[in-house]
């Protein structure tokens, strides 16, 4: 009776059952699970047992002590391997050896080592000796048992031990393992255990029962270790879940030449290709392969053809036992309808499964294999969109470096865009434009870049800085106009007025070549051979599959037309917010601006207005022309004046000489327009209310083009007006008559019509709280997350990079904000905005243009909420694409 309320704390699989099955990972760990699953689909598998992650769950929550009941049940699961085998734990003459493996929910490479081969001791390897006919073998399993226990479990060096090999292998006058005799591993064993000894104090463990628990401490202590608990925190695993252990009976692949240990995928896992894939070598043990001690060789005969490999391949060298391993393993994915990751040995021309689970793939094999298997009809379109992880995309929307080349790592950096380019160094954003201008490819090398450098880094294939972190400048601004960045890459020393820059000893000067992974980080001398994205093929079929599905529109921000088109070729459905002020950055430009600026009055003020007329007006025709008829949002003018002017006495001399001021007279005026906190200050639609003018002038140039569109015959486009920063119902009432003034006079003046909207963008919380008022006016909300973030936490996100770090280490932060949306707070007010605006005005379009709009977290909560659309970089228009499909999914299925 009070068995059956007991909790189980070991779960038996092996000899063609199983107390489990795969769908108790969370009890069993992925490893136990399969194992489990496995056993049952009748596949050969060792047999033992799994101690449940609940029993990790309770150590940890008791003074690290196991359950009362759970010591019992090991003996009872040991018992049930026992009777399967025949063999007995300890027994001198037919003794029982397992592997203990640790197994969380996750694969977590920060966990614990596997053991291997243990129960030997001094007796049962005699034992094993008799048994297999093989001292050979069993003094090798042995030392294996010897060295891999002192390290995983009692934490000694593994290089005391390879030394110690070294040394019999000197003497002896061999290069190879395998040419050591039974004698020679017996002299290795005897000088591993007193080395062990000597380093303990006390004598290699030769209790079974000893080994055997402090092995189940060790996993369980790996689950607390640093390395893990920087993987969970890197992977959102919470330390709650625990680990398995799992105890299973050995089987050995180093039992001679029809032995042998392998992996395979049952697809390739860098390609997709629907072929067996994988590695093996004859007479080895499990971590033989991956240690690189020998060179594996392939499992099929046309791999091993296609690499001019010289060994005999599985399918060659044990040709029954392959073809029993294909049956296997094509059995395994069509049950579990996914690319497999499988481990195996096999004992003396018998086959064994050690382990199966689905396979980690590259971007672009997880999009073939999904793709093939819906075709296939083993998995539906659904699920193929499913599969495919949104984020990982990126790795085919920018050219890469081509895994074959070599790499002459430099420095190591964020990778903080992604994407590779080639270029020469260049310390200065002018410069980077004037030879980009040359058609040279130049790389911008700077401590940190700031709004006046955009010129540089849109000139420049990527950016390197050697301060700030991911959310930086350089790395916003870099991932949005999608070039290649690596931030912060704190060792490199860059000394701009000697034009070069020092890093691990080497110095670089300008001019010179340098590659700059945004991928990974890394910073590479040279150039390196690239591989160009495209969106055809298999990412072209699925993405139309994931179109079919979603319900969110997905836009671009672009302002340039090389970022239109872009956006365009990834299947942008219009622009979700062009900033005007690039346009005013640019070479040409900036001294009517300047002009603008620097006036005393209204009157010369639209005097140099009209002379930035004509200059906008272009650039408007020009993105209407590549986005035929889409919807464009346009935000006038935001950032405050100051941002134009030169900050440097040389730029401020040579401003006042071009603009026919004097230098003190100029001096004053940027003093005038000096602000305590600009993030806060004279900008936004603030500039529209006190120099109306400006705003004025935009909007004419907005119609203006649109005009010339319609009158040139071509489809007008929709333009979306918005004004920045807005808090008030009176402000935006005040804006959208000038708006429509202005509007109504141009299309007045050219006697046309055509539809337009007037709209602001969300991003103080005042504007979200109070969006009815705003409604009455606004036709369109863009939430403008980057500044709700900042407004509504009250962080700047420039300075942010000093303290978020230690905020996310203590906890407090999960993700960072300006990455991934607060959907709590930042979240909470968009909710409210969203229905105060529908309340106010039911047609009213909501869209979101932050950096979140690229980000599947923050899409799927657009999603949940019910926004028409999300903008986001030209570059993540496909990842919105794909992540916006599988909310609607997700959505759908919470109705099922
Ligand atoms: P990891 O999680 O690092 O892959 P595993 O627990 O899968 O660690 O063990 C690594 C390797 O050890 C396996 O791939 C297999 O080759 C070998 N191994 C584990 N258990 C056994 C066993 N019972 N018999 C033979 N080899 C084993
Ligand atoms: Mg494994
Ligand atoms: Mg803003």
């Known amino acids: ?258 032995s042998a240990t392998g992996v395979a995928f049952t697809r390739n896992p860098s390609t997709g290709e629907a072929r067996l894939y994988g590695e093996f070598l004859i007479n080895a043990q499990g971590e033989d392969v991956v240690a690189g001690i020998r060179t594996p060789q392939a499992l099929t005969r046309i791999a091993r053809e296609e690499m001019g490999d010289k060994q005999p391949s599985m399918e060659e060298a044990l040709p029954e036992v392959f073809e029993q391993f294909k049956a296997a393993v094509d059995r395994l994915e069509s049950h579990y309808r996914d690319m497999q990751d499988i481990e195996f040995t096999v004992e003396q021309g018998r086959l064994y499964m050690l382990q199966t689970r689905n396979g980690k793939r590259t971007a672009k094999a997880a999009l073939k294999i999904a793709v093939d298997l819906a075709a296939q009809g083993v998995i539906t379109q659904e699920e193929a969109i499913m599969r495919v ?58 401590d940190e870049t700031s709004p006046e450098d955009i010129h540089g880094m849109h000139a420049a294939k990527a950016i390197l800085t050697a301060r700030g972190g991911m959310t930086s400048h350089a790395a916003v601004v870099a991932r949005g106009m999608g070039r290649p960045c690596v931030s912060g890459a704190g060792e490199v020393q860059i000394h701009a007025k000697a034009g070069e820059f020092r890093v691990r000893g080497r110095t670089f000067k300008a001019g010179e ?78 001294s009517a601006v300047r002009e603008m600026i620097l006036a005393s009055d209204e009157k010369g003020r639209r005097t140099a207005l009209a002379k930035i007329l004509p200059m906008q007006r272009a650039d408007f025709v020009e993105l209407f022309t590549i986005m035929e008829g889409l919807p464009v949002t346009i935000r006038l003018l935001d950032p405050p004046l100051h941002e134009f002017l030169p900050h440097t006495e040389e730029d401020l001399k040579a401003l006042a000489q071009s603009a026919g001021l004097e230098l003190a007279v100029l001096e004053r005026r940027v003093k005038e327009l000096h602000e305590t906190n600009p993030m806060l200050g004279h900008r936004g639609c603030r500039l529209g209310v006190s120099y109306p003018e400006i705003y004025e002038m935009q909007v004419r140039a907005i119609f203006e083009a649109a005009c010339e569109i319609a009158e040139s015959g071509k489809t007008p486009p929709c333009p ?106 930042v979240g909470d007010l968009i909710r409210i905005a969203a229905e105060r605006g529908r309340a106010q005005r039911p047609e009213i379009k909501l869209g979101i243009c932050g950096e979140h709009g690229g980000d599947p977290a923050s899409i799927d909560f657009c999603e949940r909420v019910g926004l028409d659309y999300v903008s986001c970089s030209p570059y993540r228009v496909p990842i919105a694409r794909l992540a916006a499909a599988q909310s609607a999914i997700g959505e759908r299925e919470k109705d099922r």
């Open 513 to 590: 070549i340098i590659t700059v992974d945004g991928s990974t980080g890394e910073v590479l001398a040279g150039a390196v051979k690239m591989i160009e994205p495209e969106l055809t093929g298999d990412f072209a079929t699925l993405m139309v599959w994931a179109d079919a599905l979603r319900r969110l529109k997905v836009r671009a921000n672009a302002e340039t037309p090389l970022d239109a088109r872009t956006a365009r070729q990834f299947g942008a459905e219009g622009i979700g917010l062009c900033r005007t002020e690039h346009m005013f950055f640019e070479e040409d430009r900036i």
């Open 389 to 446: 992880e949104p984020a990982s995309l990126d790795q085919l929307l920018h050219p890469t470096i081509d895994p074959a080349s070599e790499r002459d790592v430099i420095a190591q950096g964020l990778p903080a865009s992604p994407g590779a380019a080639t270029g020469k160094i260049v310390f200065d954003a002018d410069e980077a434009e004037r030879l980009a201008a040359i058609h040279e490819s130049v790389i911008l090398v700077r």
């Open 720 to 825: 979306e007006i918005m004004h920045p920063l807005v808090a008030k119902g009176e402000e935006m009432k005040f804006l959208r008559q000038l708006t429509d003034r202005v509007a109504k006079q141009v299309l007045a003046e050219r006697k046309l019509d055509f539809p337009y909207l007037v709209g602001t963008m969300v991003e103080l919380p005042r504007a979200a709280i109070r969006a009815a008022d705003l409604a009455e006016n606004a036709e369109f909300f863009s939430f403008g997350t980057n500044d709700l973030t900042q407004t509504t936490f009250g962080i700047s996100r420039d300075d942010s990079g000093r303290f978020l770090a230690a905020y996310m280490d203590k906890g407090i932060f999960e993700k960072d904000p300006f990455v991934s949306l607060d959907q709590e707070g």
């Open 1 to 258: 009776m009070t068995s059956l309320t007991k909790t189980r704390w070991v779960y038996a699989f092996g000899g063609g059952a199983a107390d489990g099955d795969a769908s108790m990972k969370n009890l069993l760990g992925g490893k136990g699970a399969n194992l489990a699953e496995m056993s049952s689909l009748g596949l050969p598998v060792p047999p033992g047992f799994t101690i449940t992650t609940e029993c990790c769950t309770h150590y940890y929550a008791n003074e690290q002590r196991y359950p009362d009941d759970m010591k019992a049940q090991v003996e009872q699961g040991l018992a049930r391997v026992e009777e399967l085998t025949g063999k007995r734990f300890g027994d001198a003459v037919n003794p029982l050896l397992v592997s203990v493996r640790s197994g969380a929910r996750a694969s977590m490479p920060g966990m614990m080592d596997t053991v291997l081969n243990l129960g030997l001791n001094d007796q049962t390897v005699e034992g094993l000796a008799k048994l297999s006919g093989d001292r050979r073998f069993a003094f090798d399993s042995y030392r294996r048992f010897i060295q891999m226990y002192s390290n995983v479990v009692l934490d000694l060096d593994h290089h005391m031990f390879e030394e110690i090999l070294d040394e019999h292998k000197e003497r002896l006058d061999v290069t190879v393992d395998t040419a050591l005799t039974a004698e020679d591993w017996e002299k290795v064993v005897a000088d591993y255990k007193k080395a062990v000894a000597a380093e303990l104090g006390s004598d290699f463990p030769q209790d079974p029962q000893a080994q055997l628990w402090g092995a189940v401490g060790a996993v369980f202590a790996s689950w607390m270790n640093d390395r893990a608990k920087f993987y969970r925190r890197m992977h959102d695993i919470p330390e709650s879940w625990g680990t398995a252990v799992n105890i299973q009976s050995m089987v050995f692949g180093n039992m001679g030449e029809t």
